[in-house]
């Protein structure tokens, strides 16, 4: 089955910080459990450019930046998949998507520019504070993530949860070619999940650099349990 969206996305920044998976919990769905790796939970940021929208081949928007921000969690079926906390893009067309998807649509101010050494950098400001500053060298080799790694468990998602009315359950399928990805050097300041209500992390970020892939989107439909 063809799906209705198709999504390319380029020059993907992906920081992902480790925080305690009891404190995360409480901002989930009571319906979704947050997945752990080696007692760690997850919570990443994903700076990147939306190179295109297309519904059933035809084109309906330029690129645009946005931001990402995701968790990882199982289902009541015990099926992997993504719960999102927000997404906060620059283009009204960009943003006109979110909803259709049913992910909460934040505002804020984008930036992007590119750094002396090849660094790009990447920001985003919310209610005149900035969040989010980023800069990292994209790196010339990126390669799928070895299966069972947790660079594997970070980005090879291919669907994802969120509520409907009434609190419903749905879910909604993401197809994709494998990431391609690889460590990236990087400086990162936010205050991202502060803004956004979210636990302190309990580290520093690990990040990782893609070049991009084209995702196919299934939007969400009731979760049927057998």
Not at 24 to 34: Q, Y
Not at 127 to 143: E, F, N
Request: net charge negative.
């Amino acid at each position: 089955m063809t799906a209705p969206l198709t999504v390319s996305v380029e020059d993907v920044c992906f920081c992902h910080w480790p925080v305690a998976a009891d404190a995360l919990a409480r901002s989930v769905p009571d319906w979704l459990t947050v997945e752990t790796i080696d007692g760690d939970a997850w919570l990443t940021a994903i700076p990147h450019t939306v190179a295109g929208i297309s519904a059933f081949d035809v084109d309906l928007a330029r690129p645009a930046d946005a931001v990402t921000v995701r968790t990882y969690v199982r289902g009541p079926d015990d099926q992997r998949g993504l719960y999102f906390f927000a997404v906060v893009p620059d283009a009204p067309l960009t943003a006109a998507a979110a909803p259709v998807l049913r992910l909460p649509v934040y505002e804020g101010r984008l930036g992007r520019s590119a750094v002396a050494g090849g660094q790009t950098r990447r920001t985003l400001d919310m209610d005149g504070q900035r969040v989010l500053d980023v800069s990292y060298t994209p790196d010339d080799g990126p390669a799928p993530a070895p299966p069972d790694s947790l660079t594997a468990f970070l980005v090879e998602r291919h669907r994802f949860f969120t509520s409907g009315p009434l609190g419903g359950r749905l879910v909604g399928n993401v197809g994709h070619d494998p990431w391609p990805v690889a460590p990236a050097a990087a400086t990162v300041t936010s205050a991202l999940p502060a803004a956004l209500n979210l636990p302190t992390p309990l580290g520093d970020p690990i990040v990782h650099y893609s070049p991009g892939v084209k995702l196919g989107v299934q939007p969400p439909g009731p979760l049927w349990l057998d």
